[in-house]
């Protein structure tokens, strides 16, 4: 997840969820979703309504661009970013045979920008 503040209307900001799994050892490793049917980034406005966008296996240099370290992301059109406040994204993936995973919540702030 971005470490930096979006602004309304920025366009080509890179969103990345990280899905994650337990090993036999308990440890949490990437869950490798390079089989996934469907790839979801969910967008909660601070109104609370849920924009849902179609995500892509994260590339170089952020990801292994195949899906083995569990990563995938969506980069923002004209529009996506429409409103200052905090937003939250979470992302969902479908397996072959149903089996559904969803990442964790993050937060992330979208401000108005200063230089129009």
């Given amino acids: 997840m971005a470490s930096f503040d979006s602004h309304v209307g920025d366009i080509g900001t890179e969103f990345i969820a990280c899905f994650q799994t337990l090993d036999?050892?308990?440890?949490?490793?990437?869950?490798?979703?390079?089989?996934?049917?469907?790839?979801?980034?969910?967008?909660?406005?601070?109104?609370?309504?849920?924009?849902?966008?179609?995500?892509?296996?994260?590339?170089?240099?952020?990801?292994?661009?195949?899906?083995?370290?569990?990563?995938?992301?969506?980069?923002?059109?004209?529009?996506?970013?429409?409103?200052?406040?905090?937003w939250r994204l979470a992302g969902k993936v479908i397996l072959p045979g149903g089996i559904t995973f969803r990442s964790n919540e993050e937060p992330f702030t979208v401000r108005i920008p200063i230089c129009s």
Wanted: overall charge negative; glycine content about 12%; aromatic content about 4%.
């Fill in 24 to 86: 036999c050892n308990d440890k949490v490793v990437a869950l490798d979703i390079s089989t996934a049917t469907s790839i979801i980034l969910c967008f909660k406005k601070p109104d609370s309504s849920i924009v849902e966008q179609t995500a892509a296996f994260t590339v170089v240099p952020c990801g292994t661009g195949d899906g083995t370290d569990g990563k995938a992301s969506y980069i923002t059109v004209g529009g996506d970013l429409d409103v200052a406040g905090t």
